[in-house]
């Protein structure tokens, strides 16, 4: 370790650690003078115990001060060691304290000096660890994340301790037919478009997307751009799906057979999902899915939203009424997507929201995995986000 002996000054950073203790051992065994900085009293108590070391050669970890302290211990000279476990101004600081032909070792260069360590050295196993079974690793995480320990923290087996690891089953892929398209209704400013960078991401080679107010702003035409980059067709279609001639007519407006429908527009959510529904009965569709995007608003409710909350149970009683009739459908209860989206839009404008409150949250990345599961819905297919509190803003 950088040739340490008794004429040596070391400082070993957050000395109380694993590392740090077993390199104190090593460094009082060769008969160094030895500084250190721990990050709290109890460590300060704790090197104090252990080593024998005296108030003036324990500093602290957590800001620059053990730079000047050390430079007056040492008469200006800085140390010849630096044992580094610091990051940003604390590493400025600690090479400006090394004395001239100074060596700043990193923790990674000590295993082949501990190995050839005589013995002797390491007389005093290391014992300051804290042990905890395979079963409990998240309150070790817990444990270890304010930086109080002391020492290791030890994830072990316990003696007749069974121990079972959950293993998430892996997401189907989705498969799309090159000669179909898939039809989004809801525009593309905001979660429709993140639907329809997912589905051209997982090889759909024909798209189409229904928006009564048209495709000519900013973001939908940036996601139009981003489809076709990925290799994707789209047709732009502008239609009320509230009017069933309006809806017929974006049907027949499509370059190939529609094979799949998924239903975000927000507005008047059961009429259009009824129009969507018949236009696909009168060409004899034989969807892959239906996909509604509902909320899990129609199931808690939602505050002065009772209109929205009933639409949304309608949708997740309708992928029920497909269902009976042996037609693919299912219905997604999101919860508040945080990052794309109406809800996510307005969040950004205002820092307080009531629509929101108790509410659960999701990412679209997180959402989008259950996307996976619909194109073989075979039985009733509600899908619920993980409830999770919202705090207040």
Known sequence: ?????????????????????????????????????????DKREFIKSTFGLDDDHIFNSGNTSF????????ADRGVDIILNSLTGDMLDESFRILADG??????????SRSLNCSRDAMSSPLTQ????????????????????????????NRPNTKISVPVLR????????????????????????????????????????????????????????????????????TADVTSKGEV??????????RDGIIQGAMVLRMQGTWNLHEAAEKLNLELE??????????????????????????????????HQRGQAACSIDLGVIEDDGFIATQMRASRRSTLTAGHSRASTTGSFGRFSTFPSCSSRAIFRTRRRPLRKW
């Open 248 to 257: 017929q007519r974006a049907f027949n407006q499509t370059a190939y057979p």
């Open 1 to 41: 370790m950088a040739d340490i002996d008794d004429r040596k000054t070391v400082l070993i950073h957050s000395a109380a650690g694993g590392v740090g203790i077993a390199s104190m051992q090593l460094a009082q065994y060769a008969g160094a003078d030895v500084f250190s900085t721990v990050g709290s009293p």
């Open 129 to 156: 660890f804290t042990s905890s079974p395979f079963t409990d690793v998240p309150n070790a995480v817990g444990f270890l994340r304010p930086g109080k320990h002391i020492g290791k923290v030890v994830i072990s």
């Open 170 to 237: 892996a997401l189907k892929h989705l498969h799309f037919r090159d000669d179909a398209t898939y039809l989004i209704v809801g525009g593309l400013r905001g979660l429709c478009g993140a639907v329809a960078i997912y589905l051209a991401k997982s090889g759909t080679k024909q798209l189409a997307v229904i928006s009564r107010s048209g495709h000519t702003d900013k973001k939908s035409r940036s996601i139009v751009k981003q489809i076709k980059a990925l290799g994707s067709n789209i047709d732009v279609l």
């Open 102 to 111: 100074g060596m700043m070792v990193e923790t990674d260069h000590l295993i």
């Open 289 to 322: 899915f239906f996909t509604m995007l509902s909320s899990i608003s129609g199931v808690i409710g939602q505050h002065e939203q009772a209109n929205y909350a009933a639409a949304n149970l309608f949708l997740d009683s309708f992928a029920a009424h497909r």
């Open 67 to 74: 730079g000047d302290q050390i430079m007056a211990a040492t």
